[in-house]
């Protein structure tokens, strides 16, 4: 039998079938049982054998979010849902609180399928809203707060909705966004609703000489107002029913409206809950997450609600913070970014004895950093290491993850207990053995139903294959180990090929950040009359240092083939800059470096 006749094959078990099949790849990993391995990582699954056989046959429940919630509370109606400036919020109350505010959207004529647009910051009153329009249907649609009057009125337009729940301080674009749209009320939200007495006092004298006309309403007034008299019943559970709609970066192009369901905010709950981390009910979640991004929104609200944790809200964020809120609430759990980490490195007064993960995801783990991280852990009473993550938001941002038993530095983790990954072929779409650089696909319960409103888009991304599986194509290059890690290259857009040889910026990245005197570097590719193509690299150097740049530049050429990268990975040039310019939520902006040097003859340059 061919490999393609195999995998259909496989395909056409029963759920029970394929999890006796996973507990036997399981055996034979462990070396249990004998039997040849195919060297393709979509049928052998190497990484079954960190996981338990309890794990691997568990399975994710068929509900709603709101039941979710519902089933959350019948368990620890008393324990701590939501801590929001000291002010502490139970499961029981949440959950009382999620149906007065569904009764509220209902009052005020939200339906089912309706489509309600969000503009906010991490706040008890989003967990509500999130869950109080799961009950009756309706989707929020997650938009970055951030976007000016332009955007906010495509994303509105985009969408069709009547209503836009915002941050009160976003007032001026909004007034001007909405003139060209069709919203009927915008209810604006104040981060100081749910907060103690003294800062909803001190919210409120600052705020007493606004004036709004009729198409606006303050948090409070909405729910009092509207949810006077209404009654509401949850909908039924539907396969695959859209639960939210999110947005992807928009660092490649014009940002898509990213359909999750509830299957797939339930899934990724089960599969982190089933992962090799002992995160457990009553645990404290730091959540320093923006609600409008997938990773936000399903590990950064869901799966707390879900999985019974104390979280702990913060409205605003800036890496600098970190310190400060990790000394102040001792969380067991964080999940984050890289750069929301990095400030850590600077400090010795943070005990991590407490703290059972960190989890990092959203842009690729630096290998120098992962293990100045890992140090200053273990140095400070920590026994775990950092839990690096890979995903994209049209798998729900969660397709690996790595633990303390299953770690190699410089991956990205292995699968998630129920996701599949593999690298395929770019051009021909075959699967490719493993250890063989391809394009990363993930076949997963966590795969977008799609981006509203475009066809074209979605089949761009979800393909199907011949194993008769719908498969996410990532964009990004990797491959998988013969132990079952997941090692991501570079972005497919981000590769060089230079004189017919491919270069990827993040190998060059990860070995200037080896050197003693770089603080931070980016490498994007640029014009080159020589190459066609060539890396350019933006790098900002540590400070007190008396090294003319002239000198770096030969030390860091040097340093490239001393680390055992190709000659013809030396960028053709450098720009030695302050700092390096960020996206909205926190990533290494290379379309911005790309944009700087567009049609430009490169020079050696000073700061930037």
Known sequence: MDLKEYKKKIANLSVNEKKLRDLYL???????????????ASIDKPWLKYYSESQILANSEQMTCYEALVERVNKTPNAIAIEYFGNKITFRDLLKNVDKVACAYKGIGVDKGDIVT???????????????????????????????????????????????????????????????????????????????????????????????SEKYIKWDDFVKTYS???????????????????????????????????????????????????IKENDKFLNVLVPFVAYGLALGMHAPVSLGWDSILIPKFSPEDIIKLMKKNNPSVIMGIQTYYEP??????????????????GMPTKEEFEKKMNNKILANNGNITISKGYSMTEASSCATCSFNTANEIGSNGIPLV?????????????????ETLGEICIYSPTVMIGYYNNEVAT?????????????IHSGDIGYVSKDGFIYIKDRI???????????????????????????ACAVVAVDDIVDDKAPFAHIVLKSNNDIDETTIEKELDEFIVK???????????????????????????????????KGKVLKKTSKT
């Open 228 to 278: 006077r008299g209404v009654k509401t019943n949850a909908v039924e559970y539907e396969k695959n029913y859209p639960a939210v709609m999110v947005h992807t970066g928009g660092t490649t192009g014009v940002p898509k409206g990213v359909l999750l369901s509830n299957d797939n905010l339930n899934s990724v709950v089960h599969q982190v809950s089933n992962c090799l981390i002992e």
């Open 459 to 471: 089949d761009d991304v979800l393909k199907l294959h011949d194993d008769g599986k719908v498969w």
């Open 26 to 40: 399981r055996d034979l990993a462990l070396g249990k049982v004998q039997g040849p391995p195919t060297g393709y």
């Open 118 to 212: 969000f503009m906010v910051v991490n706040a008890p009153e989003v967990v509500y809203s999130f869950y109080a329009l799961n009950k009756l249907g309706a989707i929020p649609n997650m938009i970055d707060l951030r976007s000016n009057p332009k955007g906010i009125t495509n994303y509105l337009n985009e969408v069709n909705s009547d209503f836009l729940v915002s941050l009160d301080l976003c007032y001026g674009n909004v007034e001007q966004a909405i003139c060209d749209t069709n919203i009927k009320k915008v209810i604006l939200l104040s981060g100081a609703n749910s907060a103690p007495f003294a800062l909803k006092f001190l919210d409120k004298i600052s705020k007493i000489n606004n004036r709004y």
């Open 493 to 519: 857009k981000r590769m060089i090929i230079r004189s017919g040889f491919k270069v990827f910026p993040s190998e060059i990245e990860n070995v200037f950040l080896k050197h003693p005197l770089v603080e």
């Open 418 to 434: 129920d996701t599949v990954i593999a690298s395929f072929d770019p051009v021909s779409g075959e699967e490719l053995p493993i």
């Open 344 to 361: 850590l490195l600077n400090v010795d007064s943070i005990n991590y004895s407490n703290v059972k993960a960190m989890l990092m995801g």
């Open 563 to 597: 680390e055992g990268l190709p000659d013809y990975f030396k960028p053709v040039n450098y720009n030695f800059r302050d700092s390096l310019p960020l996206t909205n939520i926190g990533k290494v902006d290379f379309v911005a470096l790309e944009n700087e040097n």
